[in-house]
């Protein structure tokens, strides 16, 4: 390899030529001379090592220079264990990955645990707000089944979703690592996945996802078929265009917002309702699916913070970086339309106080705190919030609703019973849909 530099002009006058040489591609050895035109006056040179002995080898450059009046030859000998691309370094001063020795994954055997963080088994916050829209839109529709939903359906019904969203959540991260395997070596926080750091080959990771995929497709028919089944297959196609938005798009965190919300359309399908078969059912799920989507932008452009520096240097796209200076406004209108679209839902089912009070109104305050107190510029601040911002505001609306499903169930699902067929009519506003299909006629 040699390429030349014909002219360079130094800041005291003279003129250089430099020229840049190696024996071989994979030579240990870079050489570089610089010629100067007059021999009257001096200069340092200043050059960087390559990027490979930038890597986290443990030994430093040997570093040899002669000097004489009219050339300057320095001669740099990286160290043979440096193996770092130059293509992809890696940040600067990023410790050298060790294995779990805590938790879940230090229990594995070794050749398990790179699939294990491929999976983010060790990292639970994501699997939770994939759960929370599911728990959602299943407790908005418990009421309004005949007769109303028991607590043994109930409880199954969110186990499945539960164990669902553990598996979709997994090979959706395995998804985005493949799309990102070039990408996370450049970023601070995602340059020690198994992928980035290659202890997975790609080969291996998309036979690893054909697997989570065939997991979550024998779960998806424990659900009613064939109303869940065609639901929930779109949510594929988010999954996969999310980790592309983020390469044209300083909003990829819509289309996530899009794929992690679709758990609230598919808890009237898993109780046997079809939002298509009644006007107000399909409101209800639209604004609930919708306040969700709001909700996840919210969280995942505080949780973006924590990679601004490093997305910027890399030229990835994300809303932190769209919003540097105006974050806490956007949060604040966010929030606004979640609690605008909650409330609607909460309107088009005919809600009582239950959920208003506790649901939205514990969905306000502990937004409003987490908005407030949230230091952006601080990465462990933006993870501790985004990390129990799921409990905070997930398990406000989760209490309201189900405080929602208890009174109808316990109180005003005893007065149906005793009023038959016309008083649950009148008392739900002539919104039942019939699991035998009555509903849609």
């Not at 497709?217 to 949510?235: E, H, I, K, N």
């Not at 490093?310 to 406004?329: E, F, M, V």
């Not at 005919?350 to 502990?366: I, K, M, Q, R, S």
Request: glycine share 8%; with cysteine.
């Amino acid at each position: 390899m040699a390429s030349k530099i014909p002219r360079l002009i130094c800041h005291h006058g003279p003129v250089l030529n430099l020229r840049l040489s190696s024996r071989t591609p994979s030579s240990s050895r870079l050489t570089c001379t610089l010629s100067f035109t007059r021999t009257t006056s001096t200069a340092r040179a200043l050059i960087p090592p390559p990027r490979s002995a930038l890597s986290t080898a443990p030994s430093r450059p040997t570093t040899t220079t002669t000097r004489s009046p009219s050339t300057l030859a320095l001669t740099i000998r990286p160290s043979t264990t440096a193996t770092s691309a130059i293509s992809t370094p890696s940040p600067a001063n990023l410790p050298p990955y060790q294995p779990p020795t805590t938790g879940l994954l230090s229990h594995l055997p070794a050749p398990l645990v790179p699939y294990a963080e491929l999976a983010r088994l060790d990292k639970p916050t994501g699997t939770y707000y994939l759960l929370f829209p599911c728990i959602f839109s299943t407790l908005l529709a418990a009421p309004l089944t005949t007769p109303i939903t028991p607590p043994s359906t109930l409880l199954s019904t969110i186990l499945l979703f539960a164990t669902g969203s553990l598996i979709m959540r997994s090979a959706g991260c395995t998804i985005n690592d493949l799309w990102d395997r070039r990408l996370d070596p450049l970023v601070t926080r995602t340059a020690h996945r198994p992928l980035a750091r290659g202890a997975i080959s790609p080969q291996n990771a998309v036979l690893f996802t054909g697997a989570q995929l065939l997991a979550g497709l024998t779960l998806l028919l424990q659900f009613p078929l064939p109303s869940t089944f065609y639901w929930a297959t779109p949510s594929l196609a988010l999954v996969t265009l999310y980790p592309l938005a983020k390469r044209y798009t300083h909003y990829p965190q819509f289309i996530l917002g899009l794929t992690f919300s679709w758990g609230a359309l598919l808890g009237f399908p898993a109780l046997h309702l079809d939002p298509l078969a009644s006007p107000t059912l399909l409101a209800a799920a639209a604004c609930l699916y919708a306040s969700n989507v709001a909700w996840t932008v919210l969280y995942d452009a505080i949780y973006a913070h924590m990679d601004a520096a490093d997305d910027a240097r890399a030229g990835i796209k994300s809303i932190a970086l769209a919003h540097r200076h105006d974050t806490k406004p956007l949060l604040c209108g966010l929030a606004a339309a979640q609690l605008a679209c909650l409330s609607a839902a909460g309107v088009a089912v005919g809600a009582g106080p239950a959920f208003f009070v506790l649901g939205v109104g514990g969905a306000g305050v502990t937004l409003a705190n987490m908005i407030w107190r949230v230091r952006l510029h601080e990465v462990r601040d933006c993870w501790w919030w985004f990390r129990w911002g799921a409990w905070f505001t997930g398990g406000a609306v989760t209490v309201g609703l189900g405080a929602e499903w208890a009174v109808r169930y316990w109180g005003l699902g005893e007065m149906e019973r005793e009023g038959g067929e016309e008083g649950q009519k009148e008392m739900r506003g002539d919104m039942l849909v019939e699991r035998n299909g009555e509903g849609r006629k």
